[in-house]
């Protein structure tokens, strides 16, 4: 369950204040899936780092599941990251002298979770995901969509409750792009919550719920039933 | 984060770019075996002295005429005297003190020793039997100078190895006649090569009772005394009875400085000791470098990997995990920078002591130990600052790569 109340976010750009954010409202029931949408500069990626604790609100509250997490010190809210959040990105950050599985545990590791453990949570996501054969390459002799099928596996080893997801399917061509799309929406049929940015319209539609912005505003909430509960 | 993670992380991350990795290696290690190397050789040094003061005899306490004075010059010397001597009578009366082992006096000069149409310019020695036993001297054939009374001056000579070779090649010397300045004498034996020692060479002199020796210069006094003490812990007592007993015997006059050989010793001891710290000191400064260069590398690395930093933000490490897998890597390198530079410095050491047998070259452990402290420390001391700027990046920028 996530709920915004009031966000602003600006920036200082010189000396002049830009707010790329301005009085966001916005609640998340656990295992909706939202497609953000907006042209660039309309603020979907500042709230997208927003709702995984990578930045913080100039004001306003971010509840996460009942508690306030934007009063978290640095270190708890790194936290929350790692046991309630994973990150998708559209250059897939994957870390090139890792192989796919190490790139898998990666959180793991850093969570402190015993080797055991990891290994048999990486073989198993390596064997849901097709990516068998692949394990021990590194991230430059695999394709974009095994890429982003590796990033995906590492953003949901440690089983989050959200999947944040920064135009997943932008570096890939159509065919695979869906394809990674359709390995996400089934996340979302487990019961994560899914936030994805993106410019793609064709793409956007296929959330149940859009979000429109511009200008750091909400310019649209709309489900696919045609609801709108927009302001 | 686990201690083992940590460090199979950062390995990886220093194989990842080899080549930066190596020449970080290869400055620690200059440094650390520049460390290693030079205190060898100033140990080396130390000890050197150190064994040519013990192959001069062990207990030893010297008695020299005359005093030396803290300042000034001495009156004396501007009037022509001399301190007074020391004669053969002092040098037995010394032997009353029951910390004395044993005395052998000591008169020096040079002169000619001929034997057939040979001749050459010797250094003269005049002593007694027990020289033999107080300098630690081997004799290679026949006999040393006879024992008996002190003042008696026969007409007998030891000759220096290589003296022997000079005037008699290989022929037996023992029992010819040569003649050492106006006066003959009969060879009853020759000196081990024993090669140098403290700048004197014990193979191109000759021995002759003291008696003789003096006869031979027209003088009576000694060049020196050389008292052995009964044991190491006899040696202060010596000295003061020495002291005592010759002061009482020149009036009251303190014109005799006797030293200990271990006074010496300390004194030489103190100064190459120094010696060796500086020249550590100087080559730490060199592992200081590295540390500096350590920093750089790091500083460069924190740029190159900002994009990986933001990722490992965003999958939910907090700072100090950051800070600690630069830690890691910084200590790494500086402990693999110290093993290459130990092997390195060791083996440095070993070629020259390969090189210049007779130093007895070896890296003493306090340097081996502060060079690998000081590689460690500067090494994880200059990595706190781009660790520190690697854990406070902005993830959001981080991960944009900027």
């Given at each position: 369950?996530?709920?915004?109340?009031?966000?602003?976010?600006?920036?200082?750009?010189?000396?002049?204040?830009?707010?790329?954010?301005?009085?966001?409202?916005?609640?998340?029931?656990?295992?909706?899936?939202?497609?953000?949408?907006?042209?660039?500069?309309?603020?979907?990626?500042?709230?997208?780092?927003?709702?995984?604790?990578?930045?913080?609100p100039?004001?306003?509250?971010?509840?996460?599941?009942g508690?306030?997490?934007?009063?978290?010190?640095?270190?708890?809210?790194?936290?929350?990251?790692?046991?309630?959040?994973?990150?998708?990105?559209?250059?897939?950050?994957l870390?090139?002298?890792?192989?796919?599985?190490?790139?898998?545990?990666?959180?793991?590791?850093?969570?402190?979770?015993?080797?055991?453990?990891?290994?048999?949570?990486?073989?198993?996501?390596?064997?849901?995901?097709?990516?068998?054969?692949?394990a021990?390459?590194?991230?430059?002799?695999?394709?974009?969509?095994?890429?982003?099928?590796?990033?995906?596996?590492?953003?949901?080893?440690?089983?989050?409750?959200?999947?944040?997801?920064?135009?997943?399917?932008?570096?890939?061509?159509?065919?695979?792009?869906?394809?990674?799309?359709?390995?996400?929406?089934?996340?979302?049929?487990?019961?994560?919550?899914?936030?994805?940015?993106?410019?793609?319209?064709?793409?956007?539609?296929?959330?149940?719920?859009?979000?429109?912005?511009?200008?750091?505003?909400?310019?649209?909430?709309?489900?696919?039933?045609?609801?709108?509960?927009?302001? | 984060?686990?201690?083992?993670?940590?460090?199979?992380?950062?390995?990886?991350?220093?194989?990842?770019?080899?080549?930066?990795?190596?020449?970080?290696?290869?400055?620690?290690?200059?440094?650390?075996?520049?460390?290693?190397?030079?205190?060898?050789?100033?140990?080396?040094?130390?000890?050197?002295?150190?064994n040519q003061?013990?192959?001069?005899?062990?207990?030893?306490?010297?008695?020299?005429?005359?005093?030396?004075?803290?300042?000034?010059?001495?009156?004396?010397?501007?009037?022509?005297?001399?301190?007074?001597?020391?004669?053969?009578?002092?040098?037995?009366?010394v032997?009353?003190?029951?910390?004395?082992?044993?005395?052998?006096?000591?008169?020096?000069?040079?002169?000619?020793?001929?034997?057939?149409?040979?001749?050459?310019?010797?250094?003269?020695?005049?002593?007694?039997?027990?020289?033999?036993?107080?300098?630690?001297?081997?004799?290679?054939?026949?006999s040393?100078?006879?024992?008996?009374?002190?003042?008696?001056?026969?007409?007998?000579?030891?000759?220096?190895?290589?003296?022997?070779?000079?005037?008699?090649?290989?022929?037996?010397?023992?029992?010819?006649?040569?003649?050492?300045g106006?006066?003959?004498?009969?060879?009853?034996?020759?000196?081990?090569?024993?090669?140098?020692?403290?700048?004197?060479?014990?193979?191109?002199?000759?021995?002759?009772?003291?008696a003789?020796?003096?006869?031979?210069?027209?003088?009576?006094?000694?060049?020196?005394?050389?008292?052995?003490?009964?044991?190491?812990?006899?040696?202060?007592?010596?000295?003061?009875?020495?002291?005592t007993?010759?002061?009482?015997?020149?009036?009251?006059?303190?014109?005799?400085?006797?030293?200990?050989?271990?006074?010496?010793?300390?004194?030489?001891?103190?100064?190459?000791?120094?010696?060796?710290?500086?020249?550590?000191?100087?080559?730490?400064?060199?592992?200081?470098?590295?540390?500096?260069?350590?920093?750089?590398v790091?500083?460069?690395?924190?740029?190159?990997?900002?994009?990986?930093?933001?990722?490992?933000k965003?999958?939910?490490?907090?700072?100090?995990?950051?800070?600690?897998?630069?830690?890691?890597?910084?200590?790494?390198?500086?402990?693999?920078?110290?093993?290459?530079?130990?092997?390195?410095?060791?083996?440095?050491?070993?070629?020259?002591?390969?090189?210049?047998?007779?130093l007895?070259?070896?890296?003493?452990?306090?340097?081996?130990?502060?060079?690998?402290?000081?590689?460690?420390?500067?090494?994880?001391?200059?990595?706190?600052?781009?660790a520190?700027?690697?854990?406070?990046?902005?993830?959001?920028?981080?991960?944009?790569?900027?």
């Amino acid at each position: 369950m996530i709920v915004l109340e009031n966000i602003n976010r600006s920036f200082l750009v010189g000396d002049q204040p830009v707010a790329a954010l301005r009085d966001i409202n916005l609640s998340l029931a656990d295992g909706e899936y939202l497609s953000l949408m907006g042209p660039s500069g309309s603020g979907k990626s500042t709230l997208l780092n927003l709702l995984g604790l990578l930045d913080r609100p100039s004001s306003g509250t971010y509840l996460l599941d009942g508690g306030n997490v934007t009063d978290l010190s640095d270190a708890q809210q790194a936290r929350v990251r790692s046991e309630k959040i994973g990150f998708v990105f559209q250059s897939f950050h994957l870390v090139p002298r890792l192989s796919a599985a190490q790139n898998i545990e990666l959180p793991m590791m850093l969570a402190g979770i015993p080797v055991a453990e990891r290994q048999h949570r990486v073989a198993e996501l390596v064997a849901s995901y097709g990516l068998r054969e692949r394990a021990d390459h590194r991230p430059d002799q695999l394709s974009g969509g095994q890429r982003q099928r590796v990033a995906i596996a590492r953003a949901t080893v440690m089983n989050p409750a959200i999947l944040l997801a920064d135009e997943p399917t932008g570096n890939l061509d159509r065919a695979t792009g869906r394809e990674v799309l359709r390995l996400l929406e089934q996340l979302t049929e487990r019961g994560i919550t899914l936030v994805m940015v993106t410019h793609d319209a064709e793409i956007g539609v296929r959330a149940p719920r859009q979000l429109h912005m511009l200008d750091g505003r909400i310019l649209s909430d709309q489900l696919s039933s045609d609801q709108s509960t927009a302001p | 984060m686990k201690f083992a993670d940590i460090l199979h992380f950062a390995l990886g991350s220093l194989r990842g770019s080899t080549v930066r990795t190596l020449l970080m290696i290869l400055a620690m290690s200059i440094g650390v075996a520049a460390v290693v190397i030079l205190t060898a050789l100033g140990e080396g040094a130390r000890r050197y002295v150190v064994n040519q003061f013990a192959s001069l005899g062990t207990n030893l306490v010297i008695v020299l005429p005359g005093r030396t004075e803290t300042a000034g010059i001495a009156p004396g010397m501007l009037l022509g005297q001399v301190a007074r001597e020391i004669t053969l009578d002092d040098a037995e009366a010394v032997l009353r003190s029951n910390a004395v082992k044993r005395i052998a006096p000591l008169t020096i000069g040079s002169a000619t020793l001929s034997h057939d149409a040979l001749n050459r310019e010797v250094v003269v020695l005049g002593s007694t039997h027990h020289l033999l036993e107080v300098r630690h001297m081997t004799l290679g054939m026949g006999s040393f100078l006879p024992q008996g009374d002190i003042h008696e001056s026969t007409s007998v000579i030891v000759l220096g190895k290589k003296i022997q070779q000079e005037l008699f090649g290989n022929t037996s010397a023992l029992g010819q006649w040569v003649r050492l300045g106006d006066r003959r004498f009969r060879v009853i034996g020759v000196m081990a090569a024993q090669g140098e020692s403290m700048g004197f060479n014990t193979d191109e002199i000759v021995i002759v009772p003291v008696a003789s020796a003096h006869q031979l210069f027209n003088t009576s006094g000694l060049f020196r005394i050389l008292i052995e003490a009964k044991n190491r812990d006899a040696i202060e007592q010596a000295k003061h009875d020495a002291e005592t007993i010759l002061f009482a015997r020149h009036a009251g006059e303190k014109d005799v400085t006797v030293i200990t050989q271990d006074a010496v010793l300390a004194t030489f001891d103190r100064i190459l000791t120094a010696l060796t710290l500086a020249v550590g000191g100087i080559a730490a400064i060199s592992l200081a470098v590295a540390g500096v260069l350590i920093m750089n590398v790091m500083l460069i690395a924190v740029a190159q990997r900002v994009k990986e930093i933001g990722l490992l933000k965003a999958l939910g490490a907090p700072s100090t995990q950051i800070r600690s897998l630069f830690f890691a890597e910084a200590a790494l390198l500086s402990s693999i920078g110290s093993m290459m530079g130990l092997i390195l410095g060791y083996a440095g050491s070993l070629l020259i002591g390969q090189l210049y047998p007779s130093l007895p070259v070896s890296p003493p452990w306090w340097a081996v130990l502060a060079a690998c402290a000081t590689a460690l420390t500067t090494g994880i001391l200059f990595s706190v600052w781009p660790a520190r700027r690697a854990a406070q990046l902005d993830a959001v920028a981080a991960l944009a790569g900027r």
